[in-house]
């Protein structure tokens, strides 16, 4: 059964950071654009960040320039380092695949707030 499991969220003031990790299991992380999810209070899930099997990346125009993608493939986990808060970044977040096949998991709970 797949499993991502998701960790590092927490609460931090406006300009901080935060770096979240998603490890999973190796039959699907070898094979997938790994990507970061996120959705806040009353609204739909959306794509944050994406990064295909040999390290190329995409990101949501709202988190260029702020947030990093990164992958471990020795390790089956994928990571967001997330720079320059902001409140509007407050959500949780998950890992998935790019398209959000695979059962969700709990997700990390990020909240940027002076």
């Known amino acids: 059964q797949v499993q991502l499991v998701e960790s590092g969220g927490g609460l931090v003031q406006p300009g901080g950071s935060l770096r979240l990790s998603c490890a999973t299991s190796?039959?699907?992380?070898?094979?997938?654009?790994m990507a970061w999810h996120r959705q806040a209070p009353g609204k739909q899930r959306e794509l944050v960040a994406s990064?295909?099997?040999?390290?190329?990346?995409d990101y949501n125009d709202s988190v260029k320039g702020r947030f990093t993608i990164s992958r471990d493939n020795a390790k089956n986990t994928v990571y967001l380092q997330m720079n320059s808060l902001k409140p509007e970044d407050t959500a949780v977040y998950y890992c998935?695949?790019?398209?959000?096949?695979?059962?969700w998991g709990q997700g990390t709970q990020v909240t940027v707030s002076s």
């Open positions: 998935n695949n790019r398209y959000g096949y695979y059962p």
């Open positions: 990064i295909t099997v040999t390290g190329s990346t």
């Open positions: 190796g039959r699907i992380f070898s094979i997938n654009v």
